[in-house]
């Protein structure tokens, strides 16, 4: 009877410390999940959350300042931060951020001179292969000098779990702008470890094109127990990334251009261009400050394609702005910038056009109408209220350098030229009529008498 006393008294207390065991997994449990950790996990997702971690920890002994680019990551950053409190999103697996099911992992640095020898060979000693892509240095890039020296675009790495890194490495570009090289299979490999085809189709960033950047900060924050750098603004950086492609100048162009044709560096045309710059620069800010996306367009679309510079014997400046980007706001805008009104011709819904003037300096800004096969802008004869219609294949727009200003152009530049210059637009012209010259032109018919006070305005 005794020993059956004790044997119930052991049963009781296990059952009780059972208990409180199970009480205590439980309260865990929530806990994790609160904090983004579920039991679900992928195989994947765990190896490339123990290929990160091992790639910081290397970064942060060299001081490294890497931020994350990767889109799954920033995507579930800015969820959490907007959505209700306490929500958590268990299909990431154990951990909140890090241990989405894909198998590369993107980040980006600042200048190559923070990747430094240790840093490598540090990761070589962990277990990491690397591929280095190489590419000409946009930075040094002109007329006089064509061919500059290969610089570092990208790194990819390959840890033990077969999981992978792939890091960009960005540039400043006249101290306003971030920019990164392309990846393409015809660039420059140097250091090839391992079979990265199964790689090329993940890259969210740079497959094929280069990409430009507006300057952000970086903030550090501490997510699934490890300390990363992401932009302060994740939300607005994944906003640019859709609009990010980038296109160079083709300096090998301009040169062979200017050989046949020569350069204009008289003091007229040094004078004119320097104006002109000052204008875009002016109508850039404008519109950058409200938000109005546009492109160069018409002969400075054509000084930046054919010359990589402002045509010397042109007369204006000219931008393209789709009329579904039309903001009430341009016009006060340009006048804040020193732009002053000169010309109003067409309505929104029609053929809309402005001009605004600095000094001798006009600034052309032309609306763009999307039909089903086709975009055109339009024209104004203010005289008789005649109207022209310019019609353009469909475009996309690209960001580009131009006289040291990151500016946007049509993405099938070529394309747009030849509709509106020919396809002899390499051949200097000093006189064209606007209304019979281009090749796209065409009548649209008139304005009624009784619109012209409302359709044609010079101020």
Same mark, same amino acid.
């Given at each position: 009877m ?9 049963l009781?207390?296990?059952?009780? @410390? ?9 309260? $865990?449990?929530?806990?994790?999940k609160?904090q983004g950790? %579920?039991?679900?996990i ?10 990160t971690?091992?790639? #910081?920890?290397i970064?942060? /002994? ?5 931020f ?5 990551i ?13 929500e ?14 894909? &198998? ?14 240790? @840093? #490598?060979?540090?990761l070589?000693? $962990?277990g990491?292969? &690397?591929?280095?892509i190489?590419?000409p240095d946009?930075?040094h890039? $002109?007329t ?5 020296p290969?610089?570092?675009f990208?790194?990819l ?5 077969? %999981? ?7 540039? +400043? ?12 299979? %015809?660039d420059?490999? !140097? !250091?090839?470890s391992?079979n990265? +085809?199964?790689?090329w189709p993940?890259?969210?960033?740079g497959? +094929?094109?280069?990409g ?8 550090l924050?501490h ?7 992401v932009?302060?603004f ?13 296109i +160079? ?11 046949v044709?020569?350069m ?12 002109a ?7 850039k800010r ?5 938000g =109005?996306?546009?492109?160069l367009? $018409?002969?400075?679309?054509l ?7 402002i045509?010397?014997h042109g007369l ?9 980007d039309y903001?009430?706001k341009?016009v006060?805008?340009?006048e804040s ?5 000169? #010309?109003e ?7 809309? !056009? #402005?001009s605004?003037?600095r000094?001798?300096i /006009?600034?052309?800004?032309?609306? @763009?109408?999307?039909e089903?096969?086709?975009?055109w802008?339009g ?6 209220g005649?109207k ?12 580009t350098?131009?006289?040291? =200003? ?6 099938e %530049?070529q394309?747009?030229i ?7 637009w ?11 010259s281009p090749?796209?032109?065409?009548p649209?018919g008139?304005?009624?008498?009784e619109e ?5 305005k =010079?101020?």
């Amino acid at each position: 009877m005794h020993r059956s006393g004790i044997l119930a008294g052991l049963l009781f207390i296990s059952l009780c @410390f059972l208990l409180v065991q199970v009480y205590l997994y439980a309260i $865990s449990l929530r806990s994790l999940k609160h904090q983004g950790f %579920t039991r679900k996990i992928s195989t994947k997702g765990l190896n490339a959350y123990k290929t990160t971690k091992e790639f #910081l920890l290397i970064a942060a /002994k060299y001081n490294t300042p890497l931020f994350v680019m990767d889109h799954d990551i920033l995507e579930a950053l800015v969820q959490y931060r907007v959505g209700p409190p306490g929500e958590t999103n268990t299909t990431l697996g154990r951990c909140k951020y890090l241990c989405y099911n894909n &198998s590369i992992r993107t980040f980006g640095v600042l200048d190559i001179r923070w990747i430094t020898k240790g @840093f #490598l060979k540090d990761l070589k000693s $962990s277990g990491f292969r &690397s591929t280095l892509i190489v590419g000409p240095d946009p930075r040094h890039m $002109s007329t006089q000098y064509l061919s500059p020296p290969n610089t570092p675009f990208h790194y990819l790495f390959e840890s033990q779990y077969k %999981t992978y890194i792939h890091l960009i490495v960005f540039y +400043e570009r006249r101290t306003s702008y971030l920019w990164h090289g392309p990846v393409q299979r %015809t660039d420059l490999i !140097e !250091e090839p470890s391992g079979n990265w +085809e199964p790689v090329w189709p993940l890259l969210q960033f740079g497959r +094929e094109f280069a990409g430009a950047y507006a300057k952000m900060e970086f903030t550090l924050i501490h997510v699934d127990r490890l300390n990363i750098l992401v932009p302060k603004f994740p939300a607005s950086f994944l906003n640019q990334v859709p609009q990010s492609q980038f296109i +160079e100048c083709n300096f090998r162009q301009a040169y062979n251009f200017a050989a046949v044709n020569g350069m204009d560096n008289s003091p007229e045309a040094k004078d004119f261009r320097a104006k002109a710059r000052e204008v875009l620069v002016r109508g850039k800010r404008a519109l950058d400050d409200i938000g =109005v996306r546009f492109w160069l367009s $018409s002969g400075t679309c054509l000084g930046w394609f054919r010359e990589c510079n402002i045509i010397a014997h042109g007369l204006d400046i000219d931008f393209g702005i789709w009329i579904t980007d039309y903001n009430s706001k341009i016009v006060s805008a340009m006048e804040s910038h020193g732009l002053q009104l000169k #010309l109003e011709f067409g309505k929104v819904e029609d053929s809309y !056009e #402005l001009s605004f003037v600095r000094g001798n300096i /006009k600034l052309d800004v032309f609306f @763009f109408y999307e039909e089903y096969d086709h975009m055109w802008n339009g024209g104004t004869e203010y005289r008789n209220g005649n109207k022209y219609k310019y019609d353009f294949p469909k475009f996309t727009l690209c960001w580009t350098e131009f006289v040291g =200003v990151r500016v946007r152009v049509p993405c099938e %530049t070529q394309s747009y030229i030849e509709a509106n210059y020919g396809k002899d637009w390499d051949r200097k012209v000093k006189h064209w009529n606007w209304k019979e010259s281009p090749p796209n032109v065409r009548p649209n018919g008139q304005w009624d008498a009784e619109e012209m006070q409302q359709v044609v305005k =010079v101020f």
